[in-house]
């Protein structure tokens, strides 16, 4: 995988407000992507291993895991 398509590719992001910290997300992940900090938060801890499936997203009983582009809502740098 390549720079480029980890810039364009769908990854999970988490809303910590959200998040109750129950570990769905991680478990369900078929490739063990999820792993969690000091304080229980989740966090993507292997970016180039996401294949996108959504399971994280589909899975979470809070709606607190999204996938999205890594540009979104961001401004377009590269039109300047």
Request: net charge negative.
């Amino acid at each position: 995988m390549t720079t480029k398509d980890l810039a364009t590719k769908r990854l999970p992001v988490f809303d910590l407000v959200r998040c109750k910290q129950c570990g769905i997300c991680a478990h369900f992940c078929p490739k063990d992507c999820i792993a969690f900090n000091d304080e229980g938060d989740p966090y993507l801890a292997h970016p180039e291993a996401c294949t996108s499936c959504r399971m994280c997203e589909y899975m979470c009983p809070d709606w607190a895991v999204c996938l999205e582009a890594p540009s979104e809502g961001q401004p377009d740098t590269e039109a300047a």
